[in-house]
């Protein structure tokens, strides 16, 4: 009834518009106002025609099926449902009509209904290909949905080539004290080959169908350089808590993370903190999330990063991803405001980013069997500035940074949950220091694995 509102609201303003500006405003209506009204009149109006025909003729099924749309529209799903059953007792096979039912009781959370619905809409032998590849989609989401627990895992390994493996200045021409210093070669950029693993594990235990959880997610990340070995890495990230479901499409979930970094096969830092998310689904297009979380980092000095201690303090994250659909188009979103605060000010920093990918799915036969695909084009900006100058660099200048990325991942099915990824990415900064000014290509390869 949206319109409907919106004429109301518009025939309000204008009854004041009237008090307020006297006799002669009484005369006069605002031409935009006007056609407002109009337009929600003539909806309001067809809303209620194709309502009084199918009353009156309940076996017109094409008017019972053009109310059904226009209440779907509207969001009364319920109309809709009694408009859809109405067709089935006059019609019992209409498939069509069966998936539409199950798809309004799937969105009303009647799952049980909608199984009985589905399973119905495929039950002759005519049902069209197109209605049972949906209805399969939908009674896999059902069992999902109604399972105790939800479990996935995502894996990839392989080989990572990068031009800049150290992050090493683009020039040589560097700051030391606020003078012009010549750094070492040895410290310059340098390329190198690493091997790489990556686990990612998600586990959720249901209480009840509302979409009330506690759930647990795992991440871990191995790297080995082939010459650079103080740039090994290894991370493990923990996060556990609970789900709360807010109606059918909204949740919100408070949890703890714990961290624990490695770098250079020593203790880099470790963390503890907390984090609160919201999340809603966006009708079929998608999904909006947005998290804030505080961490307290806590660094370790080790013979490869002997001052490494000096960024112990607390990491302030605010993001917001979305994955959305419209049409044929499809992409992702990541909005981040990082805030750090350094045991010294110098590594304390305000940060501002933005990431998008826009994934392209496709199938094309191999061997005589279809095989999906997907390429995604990336890329990405960063601002960061620093609170205070590090005069072991230069005393006056203080840091900021403009990064930019570009990139693409391309992922093939090998067979069935097995494929194969290929990533390359260029990044870029500029900095108002030229020690912190580089840039870094990376290309990597390697299976992937999805349970």
Not at 15 to 30: I, N, R, W, Y
Not at 249 to 264: P, R, T
Not at 310 to 320: I, K, M, N, P, W
Not at 341 to 352: E, N, V
Request: hydrophobic share 40%; glycine share 6%.
């Amino acid at each position: 009834m949206k319109l409907i509102q919106t004429a109301k609201v518009a025939s309000v303003l204008l009854t004041m518009t009237a008090c307020f500006s006297g006799a002669a405003a009484q005369s006069t209506t605002s031409p935009i106002s006007a056609s407002l009204i109009s337009a929600a009149s003539a909806v309001q109006q067809d809303y209620d025609a194709l309502f009084q025909q199918m009353y009156k003729n309940p076996a017109d099924l094409e008017a019972s099926f053009k109310f059904a749309e226009q209440a779907v529209k509207r969001g009364d799903y319920e109309a809709a449902i009694g408009a859809l059953e109405r067709m089935l007792f006059f019609n019992p096979n209409l498939p069509r009509v069966k998936l539409e039912l199950g798809v309004l009781y799937f969105k009303l959370g009647s799952y049980e209904l909608a199984r009985s619905y589905f399973q119905e809409a495929i039950k002759g032998a005519d049902a069209p290909d197109d209605i049972r590849a949906q209805v399969r989609a939908y009674l896999t989401e059902i069992d999902r949905r109604l399972a105790r627990y939800e479990f996935s895992v995502f894996t990839t390994a392989g080989l990572r080539y990068q031009t800049n493996a150290n992050l090493g200045p683009s020039s040589l021409m560097v700051r030391a004290l606020g003078q012009d210093a010549i750094l070492n070669s040895s410290f310059g950029k340098s390329p190198d080959v690493n091997m790489f693993q990556t686990l990612a594990a998600h586990y959720a235990y249901k209480i009840g169908t509302r979409g009330d959880a506690i759930e647990a997610s795992f991440l871990g990340l191995n790297s080995r350089q082939y010459k650079l070995n103080q740039f090994n890495f290894g991370l493990v990230e923990v996060v556990v808590g609970p789900r709360f479901a807010i109606g059918q499409n909204a949740s919100v979930k408070l949890y703890g993370i714990g961290d624990q970094v490695w770098l250079g096969d020593a203790t880099y830092f470790s963390a503890g903190g907390a984090g609160f998310s919201a999340r809603t689904t966006i009708g079929d297009r998608g999904f909006l999330e947005a998290f804030v979380e505080q961490r307290h980092r806590n660094f370790s000095d080790s013979f490869n990063f002997p001052t490494a201690s000096q960024q112990t303090g607390d990491l302030l994250s605010a993001v917001v991803t979305s994955d959305l659909r419209l049409g044929p188009m499809h992409w992702t979103t990541r909005a981040a405001f990082d805030q750090n605060r350094a045991a010294f000010d110098f590594y304390s920093y305000k940060r501002y980013s933005i990431d998008m990918a826009f994934p392209y799915a496709f199938a094309l036969p191999v061997f005589g069997t279809p095989h999906q695909f997907v390429i995604a084009p990336t890329f990405g900006f960063s601002r960061a500035n620093y609170d205070a100058p590090n005069p072991i660099v230069d005393p006056f200048q203080i840091r900021h940074d403009w990064e930019q990325r570009y990139g693409a991942i391309f992922d093939a099915q090998v067979y069935r949950n097995v494929g194969l990824r290929t990533q390359i990415l260029y990044t870029k900064i500029d900095s108002s220091l030229p020690n912190f000014t580089l840039d870094n290509f990376s290309v990597s390869i390697g299976p992937t694995a999805r349970f």
